[in-house]
C-alpha cells in the first residue's frame, strides 16, 4: 500500500514563527498537494506540485509557500504563522487521475 | 472557477432506513471522487467515478455519476451505525490528476440505533 506520511501529528506554535511541515510518499509518485481542513469548509488546495522542484499556487496559497527537493518529499512552510493558519494540514500525493492517497494530517495550532 | 455542492451538510437518520447524498459542481469533469473521514482521522478513498453513467457499489454505499446533469450521489442503504461519519465529495479539474481536487463542504452523518 502507498504510504503517506506526515511527520507530526500535532504541533503548536507561537505567532510569528517560521514553520515547516513535512510529508513523505513511498511510491515515486509525481504529483503531490497540501491541503487544510476547517470545519464547515471542506478541504482547501493550498500548492500542489507536479515534479521536482515544480510548484503550483492552489486556491489559498497566501502565507504559506512549499519546497520540493526530492520527489518523495514536500514541504509546507508558513513564512510567519498567524492565528488564522490554525487548521488541519493534510498532504496527498497521486500517480494518476485515480491514486489519491492522503496522509494522516497535522493539527496545527498557532498561539 | 470549479465550485463543489453537496447536502444535505448534516443528516441524522435511523438504522435500517435508506438515503441519498447530493454532489453538484459547476464545471465539466470527468473525475468525481467519495471519500470517508472519521473524526480525527484522514481521508478513506470509497469511489472513484471516471465516466459519465459510472456506477459503484461496496457493501451498502453506491455512487453515481451523471457529467451531463454535473451530478453524484452517494446511496445508502439500510444504514447502520458504523457508516456515521463525514462524507466528502471531490472533483478533478483538467490538469489530468496533477492539478489537485476540489471538495465539498463534507456531509456530517449521523446513525442513530
Known amino acids: 500500500d502507498v504510504k503517506v506520511t506526515q511527520s507530526s501529528r500535532y504541533l503548536v506554535k507561537r505567532t510569528g514563527e517560521k514553520v515547516f511541515l513535512e510529508c513523505v510518499q513511498d511510491m515515486d509518485h509525481e504529483n503531490m498537494f497540501w491541503y487544510r481542513q476547517d470545519p464547515g469548509l471542506g478541504l482547501r488546495l493550498i500548492y500542489f506540485?507536479?515534479?521536482?522542484?515544480?510548484?503550483e499556487k492552489g486556491d489559498i496559497p497566501e502565507g504559506y509557500s512549499v519546497s520540493r527537493e526530492k520527489k518523495e518529499r514536500f514541504s509546507l512552510i508558513l513564512e510567519s504563522a498567524s492565528t488564522n493558519q490554525t487548521s488541519m494540514y493534510l498532504c496527498a500525493s497521486s500517480p494518476d487521475p485515480v491514486g489519491y492517497t492522503f496522509g494522516s494530517g497535522t493539527r496545527l495550532t498557532v498561539v | 472557477e470549479l465550485k463543489v455542492e453537496q447536502n444535505p451538510l448534516f443528516l441524522s437518520m435511523q438504522e435500517g432506513k435508506n438515503y441519498t447524498i447530493y454532489c453538484n459542481y459547476s464545471?465539466?469533469?470527468?473525475?468525481l471522487y467519495w471519500y470517508r473521514q472519521d473524526p480525527g482521522k484522514s481521508l478513506e478513498s470509497l469511489f472513484v467515478l471516471l465516466s459519465n453513467g459510472a456506477v459503484k457499489q461496496e457493501g451498502r454505499l453506491m455512487a453515481s455519476l451523471d457529467t451531463k446533469a454535473r451530478l453524484s450521489t452517494l446511496h445508502i442503504t439500510a444504514a447502520v451505525h458504523d457508516l456515521s461519519a463525514t462524507y466528502f465529495c471531490?472533483?478533478?479539474?483538467?490538469?489530468?490528476?496533477?492539478?489537485?481536487?476540489?471538495f465539498g463542504k463534507g456531509t456530517h452523518l449521523i446513525i442513530q440505533p
Open positions: 464545471t465539466t469533469s470527468d473525475r
Open positions: 506540485s507536479y515534479d521536482v522542484k515544480m510548484k
Open positions: 471531490a472533483v478533478g479539474g483538467p490538469g489530468g490528476g496533477a492539478d489537485g481536487l476540489t
